[in-house]
C-alpha cells in the first residue's frame, strides 16, 4: 500500500533526524574511561583528559536536560544577565513586531503610490536602488548616536530591513494588475480611493504577503544580530551571553528557539498567502 505524500514525507524527516542525533551521540562519547556529563564548556575542557578524550561539545542528553530546565521556567528574571529563555524571545518578538508593523504602514501605501504611479516609480527607483543593498547592521552605529537607545535603534533596524521587501513586491503587485479589471473599474466611475481597496488591493495581496514573508524572516535574522550588538535583552543576547558563560549546551537551546520561532512566522505568513491566493 502506498503511503500519502505528507506521511512519507514525515517519516522521512524522522529518519533524518534520527541519523542527525545518532551521528551526534556518537561523535561526543568518550573514546576512553567513564563519561563525563557537564553542560559547562570549561569544565569538559577541564575534565577532557580525565574522561579518556571526550569531546567538549555536548551530547543530545545533554542538551535535551536543558531543553527540559528551561521549559520549566521559561520566564523567570533574576537580573540583568539572568533570564529566561521565553522571555528573551518575548522581547525579540516583540522588537520584531514593532518595527515590522511600523514598515508596513510605511512600505504598503508607498509601494500602492509607486506602482499606480509611473512618474513615481522612475522618480523613486535610484533611491530604493541605492538604499536597498545597505546591509541593516550598518545603520546601528548611525542609530545609536542619534536615537541614542539601544532598544529604539533595534527597532530602527528592524525598520530598515523589512521595509524594502514589502515597498517592492506592493508596488510590483500593483503595477500588475490586469488592466481589463481597472478599465472596469475606469467606465464604472469608481473613485480612485474605493479603486485602491475594491480592485487593486485584492488582486495585489498576494505579491504584498510575499514581501511580508520575506521581511519577516530577514527582520528575525537581523535581530539576532543586533541584540549581540547592542546587548542587554533578547534571544541574541542570550546567545552571546551564554558564550561569555561557555556554556555550548544553552547556546544550541538558543539556537533551536531561533529556529523554531522563524519557521512558526514562516508558516503563519505562508498560511495567510495561501488563504489571499486561494479564499475559500
Known amino acids: 500500500m502506498k503511503l500519502p505524500l505528507r506521511v512519507t514525507a514525515a517519516l522521512l524527516s524522522a529518519l533524518l533526524l534520527a541519523?542527525?542525533?545518532?551521528?551526534?551521540?556518537?561523535?561526543?562519547?568518550?573514546?576512553?574511561?567513564?563519561?563525563?556529563?557537564?553542560?559547562?564548556?570549561?569544565?569538559?575542557v577541564g575534565a577532557q583528559a580525565a574522561?579518556?578524550?571526550?569531546?567538549a561539545f555536548p551530547a543530545p542528553a545533554d542538551l535535551g536536560g536543558k531543553i527540559v530546565e528551561h521549559l520549566r521556567q521559561p520566564f523567570y528574571d533574576r537580573g540583568p544577565n539572568d533570564k529566561g529563555i521565553g522571555l528573551q524571545l518575548a522581547y525579540s518578538i516583540g522588537r520584531v513586531a514593532l518595527g515590522f508593523l511600523l514598515a508596513a504602514l510605511v512600505a504598503v501605501p508607498a509601494g500602492f503610490l509607486i506602482g499606480m504611479?509611473?512618474?513615481?516609480?522612475?522618480?523613486?527607483?535610484?533611491?530604493?536602488?541605492?538604499?536597498?543593498?545597505i546591509s541593516p547592521l550598518a545603520w546601528m552605529p548611525l542609530a545609536l548616536f542619534t536615537l541614542k537607545d539601544s532598544d529604539v535603534s533595534a527597532v530602527f533596524v528592524i525598520?530598515?530591513?523589512?521595509?524594502?521587501?514589502?515597498?517592492?513586491?506592493?508596488?510590483?503587485?500593483?503595477?500588475?494588475?490586469?488592466?481589463?479589471?481597472?478599465?472596469?473599474?475606469?467606465?464604472?466611475?469608481?473613485?480612485?480611493?474605493?479603486k485602491a481597496l475594491a480592485v487593486i488591493l485584492p488582486a495585489a495581496a498576494p505579491t504584498i504577503l510575499t514581501g511580508m514573508r520575506i521581511s519577516v524572516g530577514i527582520a528575525w535574522l537581523v535581530i539576532v544580530a543586533a541584540e549581540m550588538?547592542?546587548?542587554g535583552t533578547g534571544i541574541g543576547y542570550f546567545v552571546w551571553n551564554e558564550w561569555n558563560n561557555l556554556s555550548i549546551a544553552n547556546i544550541l537551546c538558543g539556537i533551536l528557539a531561533i529556529g523554531l520561532v522563524g519557521m512558526a512566522l514562516d508558516v503563519l505568513f505562508a498560511r495567510l498567502q495561501r488563504a489571499v491566493t486561494f479564499p475559500e
Open 117 to 133: 504611479s509611473p512618474l513615481l516609480h522612475r522618480a523613486l527607483d535610484p533611491f530604493i536602488q541605492v538604499l536597498k543593498p
Open 159 to 194: 525598520f530598515v530591513c523589512s521595509i524594502w521587501p514589502m515597498l517592492i513586491n506592493t508596488a510590483f503587485g500593483v503595477a500588475s494588475v490586469r488592466r481589463e479589471w481597472l478599465n472596469v473599474a475606469l467606465t464604472l466611475e469608481v473613485s480612485p480611493f474605493r
Open 51 to 55: 574522561s579518556g578524550g571526550k569531546s
Open 19 to 44: 541519523v542527525g542525533v545518532g551521528a551526534w551521540h556518537l561523535a561526543t562519547l568518550p573514546t576512553g574511561g567513564a563519561r563525563v556529563v557537564d553542560s559547562e564548556y570549561a569544565r569538559l
Open 229 to 231: 550588538l547592542v546587548g
